[in-house]
């Protein structure tokens, strides 16, 4: 599976370790929120709000460089508006592959 | 260019940031969260250039656009071109930047946002409301008497059914009519439909949230449709 990377970070920071460290704390911060709200809208299968945090989550993921995982989520992400979960198992281990990296930086 | 950035997501507004910092020309003077906020923000401040999120919950971008009366130059940022054709369509958007947002792009978009000039045609509001003649009262039938209703005094006008209940300052009144109707007898200045059962009183709102307004004691939704001219007609207050 694609591996997230943090080439965009690094070069939006262009050796600022003071911007390097800012971008990370907030993707930090925000995806697991994105997440939860993620997790919850599928629990009460809200479609209309799936949509929204998918569409959240898939500005993360480009940022962490996946971009075929992008191409998924963006694919989920339309399959939603004909209130469909097609790729619902495929983007939600995109999930979990961020959450393992996040723990690493 | 003094300028500001509207978008939901805090990652989204940091990256902004980042890159306005590296252009000399910018000069980053508000962001925000939500495009309501920047409505009433930008009702007291004149700004250059908005780099504005499409996508955004609730209240989106082009429902924003919709709301200007006098339109800034914009730079749309999105994650899927798709959404900014629609928004095309207006003069005075700049460009769009598609995220994740390279510098290398986001610095040409800023060039010709500083080559771009809006005529005093473009920076007219989207959309003018049509005033209707303002007689201040009208009269309605009930129980056969014909009772006369001070314009003004009417907050509310709530369908139900195949009657209308017209709330004023001292009575409430339940008339054999349609919203339609009684729409076409008051005045676009003071009274706007905000959802398909209900028109209000502008000058009677007490309070306004994202889906609602409170007006007197009533809650009343308000359509997303109607969204953009309830936000455009506030500022005439």
């Given at each position: 599976?694609?591996q997230?990377?943090?080439?965009?970070?690094?070069?939006?920071?262009n050796?600022?370790?003071?911007?390097?460290?800012?971008?990370?704390?907030?993707?930090?911060?925000?995806?697991?929120?994105?997440?939860?709200?993620?997790?919850?809208?599928?629990?009460?299968?809200?479609?209309k709000?799936?949509?929204?945090?998918?569409?959240?989550?898939?500005?993360?993921?480009?940022?962490?460089?996946?971009?075929?995982?992008?191409?998924?989520?963006?694919?989920?992400?339309?399959?939603?508006?004909?209130h469909?979960?097609?790729?619902?198992?495929?983007?939600?281990?995109?999930?979990?592959?961020i959450?393992?990296?996040?723990k690493?930086? | 260019?003094?300028?500001?950035?509207?978008?939901?997501?805090?990652m989204?507004?940091?990256?902004?940031?980042?890159?306005?910092n590296?252009?000399?020309?910018?000069?980053?003077i508000?962001?925000?969260?939500?495009?309501?906020?920047?409505?009433?923000?930008?009702?007291?401040t004149?700004?250059?250039l908005?780099?504005?999120?499409?996508?955004?919950?609730?209240?989106?971008?082009?429902?924003f656009?919709?709301?200007?009366?006098?339109p800034?130059?914009?730079?749309?940022?999105?994650?899927?071109?798709?959404?900014?054709?629609?928004?095309?369509?207006?003069?005075?958007?700049?460009?769009?930047?598609?995220k994740?947002?390279?510098?290398?792009?986001?610095?040409?978009?800023?060039?010709?946002?500083?080559?771009?000039?809006?005529?005093?045609?473009?920076?007219?509001?989207?959309?003018?409301?049509?005033?209707k003649?303002?007689?201040?009262?009208?009269?309605?039938?009930?129980?056969?008497?014909?009772?006369?209703?001070?314009?003004?005094?009417i907050?509310?006008?709530?369908?139900?059914?195949?009657?209308?209940?017209?709330?004023?300052?001292?009575?409430?009144?339940?008339?054999?009519?349609?919203?339609?109707?009684?729409?076409?007898?008051l005045?676009?200045?003071?009274?706007?439909?905000?959802h398909?059962?209900?028109?209000?009183n502008?000058?009677?709102?007490?309070?306004?949230?994202?889906?609602?307004?409170?007006?007197?004691r009533?809650v009343?939704?308000?359509?997303?449709?109607?969204?953009?001219?309830?936000?455009?007609?506030?500022?005439?207050?």
């Amino acid at each position: 599976m694609e591996q997230p990377n943090l080439d965009y970070v690094e070069q939006l920071a262009n050796g600022e370790e003071s911007i390097r460290a800012t971008l990370i704390e907030v993707i930090k911060t925000e995806f697991p929120e994105e997440r939860k709200d993620y997790d919850e809208s599928v629990k009460n299968k809200e479609f209309k709000k799936i949509e929204e945090n998918v569409h959240r989550l898939k500005h993360k993921i480009s940022i962490l460089g996946l971009e075929k995982s992008y191409k998924m989520a963006n694919d989920f992400e339309h399959n939603l508006r004909e209130h469909s979960t097609e790729g619902i198992e495929d983007f939600e281990k995109i999930l979990l592959v961020i959450s393992a990296f996040l723990k690493t930086i | 260019m003094n300028c500001i950035i509207i978008d939901d997501e805090k990652m989204a507004r940091v990256i902004l940031k980042t890159l306005c910092n590296q252009v000399k020309s910018l000069n980053i003077i508000e962001e925000f969260s939500s495009a309501i906020q920047a409505i009433k923000f930008l009702n007291e401040t004149t700004v250059d250039l908005i780099f504005l999120d499409i996508h955004m919950p609730d209240f989106n971008g082009l429902d924003f656009i919709r709301s200007l009366k006098s339109p800034p130059k914009i730079i749309l940022t999105t994650s899927d071109p798709k959404f900014a054709i629609e928004a095309f369509e207006y003069d005075f958007i700049v460009d769009y930047l598609l995220k994740p947002i390279e510098f290398s792009r986001f610095e040409k978009g800023v060039q010709k946002a500083e080559k771009f000039i809006i005529t005093p045609e473009q920076a007219k509001p989207i959309e003018k409301p049509i005033e209707k003649d303002i007689d201040n009262d009208f009269y309605v039938n009930i129980d056969r008497r014909l009772i006369k209703i001070d314009l003004p005094s009417i907050y509310l006008v709530e369908a139900k059914g195949d009657y209308i209940k017209i709330k004023t300052e001292d009575k409430d009144y339940t008339v054999h009519s349609t919203l339609k109707k009684i729409e076409e007898k008051l005045p676009d200045s003071l009274f706007l439909k905000i959802h398909r059962s209900y028109i209000i009183n502008i000058k009677k709102i007490i309070d306004i949230e994202d889906n609602s307004v409170l007006i007197k004691r009533d809650v009343i939704p308000v359509s997303r449709s109607k969204r953009p001219e309830l936000m455009k007609r506030l500022d005439l207050l």
